[in-house]
């Protein structure tokens, strides 16, 4: 069985105490297992970033944007690589995973245009022959602890931008699908980057826990569900790092009476079932406004739905593949089965989803469910598989209130041909990020990503101008040049410019 191992100080590791299969879930067999770091193996990588930092914080910002613009090419020369790789132990379709890594690349090139971000600002005398100026200087060594649904893409909204800036990074990706973020570390390599300024410990909450813990980190990025969020900001912050944590979501769409419905059920299909609802914008609810359009939506629904193919990640037809593991499944399973016995009515059910010669995938069908209320256990979790549930109200406002009261404020939007609702939406709505008629209003690469309420701890979003903020702080310099000729007076009050 092949061994997936670390990469430390620029050389791969197989070093491990414990190890775990890692499976394909289009067939449900295992061919490998991952290397779980001990804590031995963690600080070996936190020594050697540490070690690396002096120098790559030093090196010039072009030269450190050298290596990103290397980078993305050779991400692009092997997209087909990393792709398999995703699809082979994720199970993601390839135009979908393809899809993931070009959202990453597109945080590498933002990170090219750091000699821009990272200028500072300048003041010509701001006092009688003073000068004052800031500039954004490194944190240290920061790590990275990045979930299962993508593999590539969230960890490329971390470290091209951390390390960038002037920071040595350590990440420990999810260990259900590690080949294709260890692949990648190694283009960082063969980019140019030095030994030890990106390290990569495959492992358990073994290996979270001293990274939380270890002094030398000066900050942690995390991505995943609330509850490890949560713990993860807790443990950080009282450890004196700087943090951020996103947490989990439920998404919802808000149909009203007057939008495209043919628009509004392909978009559905895509942003409730593409990678199987495992993305934390996936939209898991639609709110319909009135009896009428959620007939109508429901039953359109209902046909296009029987139309998907789900199956392996290899067959670009297929729309959407497995879910990550066998307990997943059952764990979605569980979710529909609780609607059920709590009286929503399920319109199209995927539990029993069979895939022709993958009897043994982690398959789920796309499932439509209808009758949903706010007190069931299937609408106040997360389901995270391709589960589409339908509540009904009378109002707008009425919808709005539903996602307010939610817990999470990831991500929501609304379908319309309004104006005036869809602004009004917009300006009230209690969620992070909105989209018009825009199902999955993910941010791009030179805006920032993150959400309100319990769907986010910290106070800086991912990526973008904010990733710029989390991975470097300020430093306000004020200088001035006295003459030789002229003896300055005593001065005790505060100094102004009158």
């Not at 971390?158 to 590690?178: H, T, Y």
């Not at 406004?289 to 007939?295: M, S």
């Not at 706010?374 to 709005?400: C, D, K, W």
């Amino acid at each position: 069985m092949n061994t997936i191992g670390h990469f430390i100080n620029g050389q791969l590791s197989t070093e491990a105490s414990r190890s775990q299969k890692v499976f394909n879930p289009a067939t449900g067999e295992s061919n490998s297992a991952v290397a779980i770091a001990s804590p031995k193996t963690v600080l070996d990588a936190i020594a050697a970033a540490e070690n690396a930092f002096p120098a790559w914080r030093d090196t010039p910002v072009i030269k450190r944007a050298r290596v990103m613009f290397k980078f993305k090419e050779l991400l692009e020369k092997n997209a087909d690589k990393i792709c398999e790789l995703i699809g082979l132990e994720h199970g993601k379709i390839c135009h979908d995973a393809a899809g993931e890594l070009q959202r990453g690349i597109e945080n590498v090139e933002y990170a090219c245009g750091a000699p821009e971000f990272l200028k500072g600002e300048f003041s010509k005398n701001v006092g009688p022959n003073i000068d004052s100026w800031s500039e954004f200087q490194p944190l240290g060594v920061v790590a990275g602890i990045t979930p299962f649904n993508f593999p590539v893409m969230v960890p490329l909204w971390m470290f091209p931008m951390a390390i960038v800036c002037g920071n040595c990074f350590i990440l420990k990706p999810s260990e259900r699908d590690p080949s294709s973020t260890l692949y990648i570390a190694q283009l960082l390599k063969e980019a140019g980057l030095p030994d030890g300024v990106f390290n990569l410990v495959n492992g358990d909450k073994v290996a979270v826990d001293t990274l939380l813990n270890d002094q030398r980190i000066q900050a942690v990025s995390f991505v995943g569900s609330t509850p490890i969020a949560e713990y993860i900001y807790k443990t950080a912050t009282a450890a004196g790092k700087r943090c951020q944590a996103l947490g989990g979501a439920k998404n919802h769409a808000i149909i009203m009476s007057d939008a495209d419905v043919d628009n509004v059920v392909n978009s559905l299909l895509g942003a409730a079932f593409g990678s199987s609802g495992e993305r934390c914008m996936a939209l898991s609810v639609a709110v319909a406004v009135g009896d009428e359009i959620a007939d109508t939506v429901i039953a359109k629904l209902q046909n296009e739905i029987s139309k998907l193919k789900f199956g392996h990640y290899a067959d670009k037809n297929n729309d959407f593949g497995p879910v990550i593991t066998a307990e997943h499944k059952a764990k979605v399973i569980g979710f529909i089965d609780s609607a059920e016995q709590q009286g929503a009515k399920i319109v199209v059910d995927g539990r029993q989803a069979s895939v022709g010669d993958y009897q043994n995938g982690f398959f789920v069908g796309p499932t439509l469910i209808d009758q949903v209320t706010p007190n069931m256990h299937s609408y106040q979790q997360e389901i995270f598989g391709p589960v589409l549930q339908i509540m009904r109200v009378e109002t707008m406002q009425q919808a709005m209130d539903l996602i307010d009261n939610h817990e999470y404020g990831n991500g929501t939007c609304i379908y319309t041909r309004d104006g005036e609702a869809a602004r009004y939406f917009s300006d009230h709505i209690k969620v992070g990020m909105v989209g018009i008629n825009v199902p999955l209003p993910v941010p791009v690469a030179y805006h920032s990503f993150g959400g309100w309420k319990r769907s986010l701890f910290g106070d800086l979003y991912a990526y973008g101008p904010d990733g710029v903020r989390f991975y470097t702080r300020r430093k306000t310099i004020t200088q001035r040049w006295p003459s030789a000729n002229i003896r300055e007076n005593k001065q005790f009050a505060m100094p102004t410019l009158n």
